[in-house]
């Protein structure tokens, strides 16, 4: 099964920048399609952002302009570059499997993004 570490959060004010790294194991992680997700506290977990194996990229339309999603399989590397954050994108970033296989890869323990107004 797919290993997730995630890395890159911080605090930082409104209208900043963060650039978000997930770390994956396995051979096969060029072949997935890949998300990254978001839980707010009181909130369920959502996916912000998805790349597939043909780097392909769908955003949720609440990020959509802001944030970027990239990969490097070669380093088995799945990226968020979140510009002009808002404190309402205060949340754990997780990183996991999108698409068909989506939330399949062991859970991370996330990275904490806190943006203050």
Request: net charge positive.
């Amino acid at each position: 099964q797919v290993q997730l570490v995630e890395s890159g959060g911080g605090l930082v004010q409104a209208g900043g920048s963060l650039r978000l790294s997930c770390a994956a194991s396995g051979s096969m992680f060029s072949i997935y399609a890949m998300g990254w997700y978001r839980q707010a506290p009181g909130k369920q977990r959502e996916l912000v952002a998805a790349i597939t194996s043909g780097h392909s990229t769908n955003y949720a339309d609440s990020v959509k302009g802001r944030f970027t999603i990239s990969r490097d399989n070669a380093k088995n590397t799945v990226y968020l570059q979140m510009n002009s954050l808002k404190p309402e994108d205060t949340a754990v970033y997780y990183c996991n499997l999108a698409g068909m296989a989506a939330g399949r890869g062991n859970w991370g323990q996330g990275t904490q993004v806190t943006v203050s107004s």
